[in-house]
């Protein structure tokens, strides 16, 4: 698994943007899907996750009714669709996959990618 996180950029507050995470490797299919957020200053922090079929997301309580995690496994891709954007969005965004179930918790990850960086302006 080699996961490469796109999409980030400059948006203003209430805009959208879609992050993407691409697997250049060939069992993303069998893995469970992260992303997390570290803002300047703080921790990384847990925002979605999303199981190997799509069939079980959870969001944090931040991003919940704004956020959706989703996956297109035949393009070895997952997503973060972003809407209503807050500053507090403003983070390095990551991606990260897991083999087994979907996990809160960073330290289950194994694969990160790179980190994108969104930025919410007021």
């Known amino acids: 698994v080699q996961l490469q996180a796109s999409g980030g950029g400059l948006m203003q507050a209430g805009g959208s943007l879609r992050l993407s995470c691409a697997d250049s490797?060939?069992?993303?299919?069998?893995?469970?899907m992260g992303w997390f957020r570290q803002a300047p200053g703080k921790e990384r922090e847990f925002v979605a996750t999303?199981?190997?079929?799509?069939?079980?997301?959870y969001y944090t309580n931040s991003v919940k009714g704004r956020f959706a995690i989703s996956r297109d496994n035949a393009k070895n891709t997952g997503y973060l669709r972003m809407n209503s954007l807050k500053p507090e969005d403003t983070a390095v965004y990551y991606c990260?996959?897991?083999?087994?179930?979907?996990?809160?918790?960073?330290?289950?990850?194994?694969?990160w990618g790179q980190g994108t960086l969104v930025t919410v302006s007021s």
């Open positions: 999303i199981n190997w079929n799509g069939a079980v997301t």
């Open positions: 490797g060939r069992t993303f299919s069998s893995y469970a």
């Open positions: 990260a996959a897991r083999r087994g179930t979907t996990s809160l918790n960073a330290h289950d990850y194994f694969y």
